[in-house]
């Protein structure tokens, strides 16, 4: 499977634990978006990487949450002390390089609940 | 079947025919917007994107309308099959790195 891939799908956890997503895009895209959904809603933005630089990242986003692409290739996505209202789909995509922005292929998602 | 997007967010059509799903975005400086389809339990799929600088483009058996006078985009599937039930949101993008997506609407096709 060349897609996007993400791990795990499914993470339950407790208030308070920290808690780390990993994204494996397509191998030569450099461009990597995470986003999050909540039921009934559209994906929400959240952080854009070009290669390893973290280009943007949404001002709704706690500083509790923090993302890295190390090496340009896979990225991960930490949340620190989860509360409840993290609970939600953690979606990665990613897209190759261009002069603009084109079309993102999303990963399957990591579904987040926090008891 | 036709749906106005945040105000009807369901639509239901009888296998066979046309679809048409509206999406009214916000922001005027938004300059490629992209249609995805989203099927329970996965990451939306890329269907069909248009940038500003056109008003139409076509697909295979789906088109997208582009109406930036009105900020409103429709994506158009003809001959809904089946396996078009999803939830279809639109995404625009404009100067920045962000894609803001519409809360989506839900197409059933009827047998």
């Known amino acids: 499977d060349t897609g996007v891939s993400q791990d795990p799908r499914h993470k339950i956890t407790k208030r308070g634990q920290n808690v780390t997503f990993r994204c494996d895009p397509i191998?030569?895209?450099?461009?990597l978006y995470w986003y999050r959904q909540t039921l009934g809603q559209g994906p929400e933005f959240l952080t854009y990487f070009q290669n390893e630089a973290q280009l943007e990242k949404s001002r709704l986003l706690s500083d509790r949450f923090s993302a890295e692409r190390p090496k340009g290739s896979f990225s991960t996505l930490e949340i620190q002390r989860t509360e409840q209202g993290d609970s939600a789909m953690y979606l990665c995509a990613s897209s190759p390089q261009g002069n603009w922005h084109n079309e993102q292929f999303f990963g399957p998602g990591t579904r987040l609940t926090v008891l | 079947g036709e749906s106005v997007g945040l105000h009807l967010p369901t639509l239901s059509v009888q296998e066979g025919d046309n679809s048409i799903i509206n999406c009214a975005y916000s922001n005027s400086a938004s300059d490629y917007f992209i249609w995805y389809k989203q099927e329970s339990g996965k990451g939306p799929q890329f269907i069909i994107d248009?940038?500003?600088?056109?008003d139409k483009r076509q697909g295979q058996r789906v088109t997208v309308l582009l109406n930036k006078t009105v900020k409103h985009l429709s994506l158009q599937i003809a001959a809904t099959q089946p396996g078009d039930s999803a939830v279809y949101f639109c995404a625009e993008n404009s100067l920045g790195n962000q894609f803001y997506f519409g809360t989506g609407t839900s197409l059933t096709v009827i047998p």
């Open positions: 191998s030569e895209h450099n461009r």
């Open positions: 248009i940038r500003s600088n056109m």
